[in-house]
């Protein structure tokens, strides 16, 4: 979730219209490459989900050491001691650490989702493309077989 809930709405929205399309207008070999679209997807949100348990204590170090690095950049700007503060509260770059790591992770499903999203529009798209096709010719069919019927279908010259 984004945190943005029309957004989230939206986006809940874009998916299940996707699910509906693909599922009503693919012929059989397109539906087994929207089968192995959703499986592959499925497959690396699995497989990032285990590398985000496997690496979060890792992703979680490298995470505060950049916020402590941020915060120990020399401040050019003179504040007597008595003003200021010390900003190195170690709780809160630790709970900044793991947002930071949770927000990259999600960042990362995201990611996944959108590439999904594209590959099963590219596949959409193909397929209406295929059905305009096999329309237009039915209607070309229909013209060239289209004759008048009773008394003046055939004119003698």
Do not use: C
């Not at 874009?14 to 059989?28: C, W």
């Not at 285990?50 to 401040?75: G, N, S």
């Not at 790591?101 to 209406?128: I, P």
């Amino acid at each position: 979730m984004t945190g943005d809930l029309g957004k989230d709405i939206r986006n809940l929205f874009a998916k299940s219209v996707l699910e509906h399309e693909a599922a009503r207008h693919l012929n059989a070999d397109e539906r087994t490459a929207y089968r192995k679209i959703k499986d592959d997807h499925a497959a690396m949100v699995r497989f990032e989900e285990r590398q985000f348990e496997l690496e979060f204590q890792t992703r979680f170090e490298v995470a505060r050491k950049q916020i402590i690095d941020q915060r120990a950049a020399k401040d050019r700007t003179f504040t007597p001691r008595w003003f200021g503060s010390d900003t190195f509260d170690q709780g809160a770059i630790d709970r900044q650490a793991v947002r930071l790591v949770h927000q990259q992770h999600a960042e990362q499903l995201a990611h996944l989702g959108e590439e999904r999203d594209e590959r099963v529009n590219a596949l959409l798209s193909a397929a209406g493309e295929r059905q305009d096709a096999g329309a237009e010719l039915r209607r070309q069919f229909k013209q060239s077989t289209d004759r008048p019927s009773g008394r003046g279908h055939r004119r003698s010259r």
